[in-house]
Every structure is written in C-alpha cells, then in structure tokens.
C-alpha cells in the first residue's frame, strides 16, 4: 500500500503504532458527483452531467469497495456508456499496477500509464492521499470525480436514468433513513469489521474487532429468518453493499483476516441470501475469486509474509438458494 505526498509516491503500510493496534480507514479525497444537468452534488463542485461515454471506471476484482460499482454498472445497464481498466490483483510496493499478466487485467486503457497513482497525478503533480480504488474519471475534464464508493453507487443508481431508461431505484425516498441505518451498522461491524480484525496487531484491537463481525453476521443471520432481503421484500442499496463482504468471507475473511468463529456457510439464512443475489441477473461475472484471494495473499505481506496462496474450499454460488 502507499500515499501520494506532495505527488511523490511514499510506499507504506497500514500504520496502528498510534491507535492501540487498531485499524483506521483514511478517508477518501475526491467527492464530486455526476448529477443529471451537471449541478453540483451533495459535495464537491458542479459541471459533471450524465453523458453516455464520458466517465470511466478504474476497478480492482479484489477490492469489495470497488466490487460496489461493478455491480451497479451491471444493475442499471450502465457497461456500455462507462468504460472500464482492471488492475492487477497484487498491490505491493508500488501499489495498484496495470500489469497485465494475470487474466482479467485490462491495462489502463485510456492513457497506458504504468500505475494507478498516475491516474491521481494526472490531476495535479502535487497532489496528497491514499492511492485508492475504485476511481471514477470524466475522460472530457481529465480528472477524477469521485473515488468513494458509497457515492459512485448512488450517481450510478440515478444520474443516468433519464438516458438509460432504467429507473429502478435501490434508494427509494421512503426507505433511505432506514437504508442509511443499516449501511452504517453493517459498515462498522462487518464490511469494515473484518479488516479492523484481520489488520489488529494487538489482541485487545483483534478481539474487539472479531467480537462485532461475528455479533453483526448474528443479527443478519436472525434479520433474514424474517425477511428475504436486508429491508423486506424489495432489494436495496444495503444489500449489494453487503454481498461483497459475503461472498469474500469463506475465501479470505475467514482464514487470512482470522474471522474464524463460524463459516458464512455455517449460517443458512445469510449463505442461502448470498447464493440469491449472486445468482441475480449479471451478478456473477462482477465475481472474481481468482483475483480475490490473489489479492489478500499476495498483497498484505504483514499477515502473510512468503504470499503463500492457500487451497481454498469450494465454494459453489450456483448451488438452489431455495428462496423463491
């Protein structure tokens, strides 16, 4: 992992020493929005309307972050008018790559630059921050509009409907108080949760950590006994933010972040939940555990120093949900 400071690249880690050993997520730096008449968002400026090919995604397949967006592109029909470069799944001292050798890398197909950081300086030389993904670009500005996730899905869920003609909404008005509620005790307990885990370097930070994913699973695991999705019968922005941390739990969480009480397998309403939105229409090409379990290996060398690839269990998406 690494940072841009003053637009050099300084290769690090994440950094506990000051925080009791406990993991703390930066925050992210661009948060523009693409609005339907270009007006400015939430936060931000304005002057990034919708338009059919003008924006660009730079995505990891390992990253459950960037896993958000692909799923939205997928959703609302969105493939053809935002083009897309992969990365490579290691991400060592030169942070995200655009090499090409391993399948399902695409290179960077707008500029063959070398580097995901070189997509940050295009903005400016001096530019500061964490070189994350993913990162959606305007190819007509040159510059990057927004690189949380959390946003991107919600430009994605409406910003284009009126060009699209796809107007299913996963952010209904008369539900978002309680989407938000849920995103947020999702996020600190499980979709965060497993990295504060799998990053502690104290036992007090792990066990805490641990402690809540598991805490968090037991309440979705009971939530789902009543209701087929995470707000009832009608999917939502708080379940496709959640599948990522799901269907990446047995593969990596599980083993390489510790999180090893019990199995998503272990709970039958969540893994028959998961099998469901995998097996939704598009879904299952935004899964790749080839580049997953690539990633966690290979790329956290605090945790697993010599990057063995463990042999993971077969896990079959495919498999009846028996949800209906």
């Known amino acids: 992992m690494g940072r841009l400071e003053n637009g050099a690249w300084v290769a690090d880690w994440y950094d506990t020493s000051r925080t009791g050993g406990q993991f703390v997520r930066s925050t992210t730096t661009f948060r523009h929005w693409i609005t339907p008449d270009g007006s400015a968002g939430p936060s931000g400026e304005g002057g990034f309307p919708a338009e059919l090919g003008r924006y660009h995604l730079y995505v990891s397949l390992a990253c459950p972050w960037a896993h958000r967006t692909l799923i939205y592109r997928v959703r609302k029909r ?72 959390s946003e991107i899905i919600r430009m994605f869920n409406s910003a284009f409907n009126h060009l699209t003609g796809n107007e299913e909404d ?48 037991d309440w979705l695991e009971e939530r ?57 229409e598009g879904i299952a090409r935004t899964v790749h555990l080839d580049h997953i379990v690539r990633h966690y290996h290979r790329s956290h060398t605090t945790i697993n120093p010599y990057h063995i690839i463990p042999i993971n269990p077969i896990i079959d998406f495919e498999a009846p949900h028996g949800r209906g």
């Not at 995200?96 to 300086?121: K, M, S, V």
């Not at 006994?225 to 995470?230: A, D, G, M, N, W």
């Open 78 to 149: 969105l493939e053809e008018h935002i083009s897309l470069s992969v990365v490579h799944p290691d991400m060592l001292e030169d942070g995200w790559t655009f090499a090409t050798d391993f399948p399902g890398t695409t290179g960077d197909t707008l500029y063959n630059l070398p580097f995901l950081r070189d997509i940050y300086t295009r903005v400016s030389p001096t530019i500061s921050g964490r070189v994350t993904v993913p990162v959606l670009w305007d190819k007509k500005r040159h510059t990057i509009v927004s690189n949380e996730s």
């Open 170 to 217: 996963d952010w209904p008005l008369e539900l978002r108080d309680e989407i938000d509620a849920m995103n947020d005790r999702i996020y600190h307990g499980l979709n965060n949760g497993v990295y504060r885990a799998g990053f502690a370097t104290s036992q007090q930070a792990y066990d805490g950590a641990v402690t809540q994913v598991f805490a968090t699973l």
């Open 224 to 280: 789902l006994k009543t209701h087929r999705y995470l707000m009832g019968e009608r999917m939502t922005e708080a379940d496709w933010r959640l599948f990522p941390t799901l269907m990446r739990f047995d593969s990596v969480y599980h083993l390489h972040f510790k999180c090893n009480r019990r199995r998503l397998i272990d709970y039958p309403n969540l893994w028959g939940y998961t099998r469901e939105l995998y097996q939704k």
